[in-house]
């Protein structure tokens, strides 16, 4: 079926360690973003990328890296994780390179336990 | 900068009752506006949006949301909750330029018989 698609689904990683949380779209959506969902915050934005070549640090950048691969793949990257980064991730996309009138297509999420 | 607040972390509705879970922005110009459903150990899926027009707009699964710019609000309706309706809701604010979407921190409902 066409959307987002995230790998891995599940991640346990110690502290220290390092991981790319993949994230691919194929809608020919120009946006993509990265968001960390936790207990009481809601969505936060870490980083986006309104188009190819481009990428834009969100709320909470610190600790992360991003790659806009191609138009279709966008992944973050957690040089050294850290039990601060315990959190659920997703990705999405849409169409402009802004918010647009679509809204954003989330996909099903990463959850990642830093221990 | 644009803001998201929804005033009421958690719900509980009998099933059948009516329902309404409450957002407010604050944004300078037109915002664009939205209202996303996430289920457990799911994605967010999109119930409904705003962007100009009628301020009354109707969205999947029986849910409607009305804005209101003088309130700065744009709360999120269904005359008749159902057991399958528990799960987290969140609103957010967008524009017609290039800033990412802000959430909410999310509203659970939770739905009891």
């Known amino acids: 079926n066409a959307g987002v698609t995230q790998t891995p689904k599940f991640q346990v990683l110690k502290t220290g360690q390092s991981m790319t949380l993949q994230c691919a779209q194929d809608m020919n959506h120009n946006s993509m973003y990265w968001y960390r969902q936790d207990p009481g915050m809601g969505l936060r934005l870490i980083y986006y990328?309104?188009?190819?070549?481009?990428?834009d640090k969100g709320e909470v950048p610190n600790g992360y890296n991003v790659s806009r691969l191609n138009k279709r793949e966008f992944s973050l990257r957690l040089e050294s994780a850290a039990p601060s980064q315990t959190s659920v991730y997703f990705c999405?996309?849409?169409?402009?390179?802004?918010?647009?009138?679509?809204?954003?297509?989330f996909g099903s999420g990463t959850r990642l336990t830093v221990v | 900068a644009q803001s998201v607040t929804q005033p009421d972390i958690h719900i509980t509705v009998s099933e059948g009752a009516s329902l309404e879970l409450r957002c407010n922005y604050s944004?300078?110009?037109?915002?664009?506006l939205f209202w996303y459903v996430q289920s457990p150990g799911q994605g967010l899926q999109l119930l409904l949006k705003?962007?100009?027009?009628?301020?009354l707009v109707q969205g999947i699964k029986g849910f409607e949301a009305e804005f209101k710019r003088s309130q700065s609000s744009f709360n999120l309706r269904k005359p008749s909750v159902h057991w399958s309706d528990a799960a987290e809701y969140f609103c957010a604010v967008g524009d017609s330029g290039n800033t990412p979407l802000v959430f909410g921190k999310g509203t659970r409902l939770s739905v009891i018989a």
């Open positions: 705003y962007f100009s027009g009628d301020t």
């Open positions: 999405a996309s849409t169409r402009g390179t802004g918010t647009g009138r679509r809204g954003y297509t």
């Open positions: 990328s309104a188009s190819e070549g481009t990428t």
């Open positions: 944004y300078g110009a037109t915002p664009y």
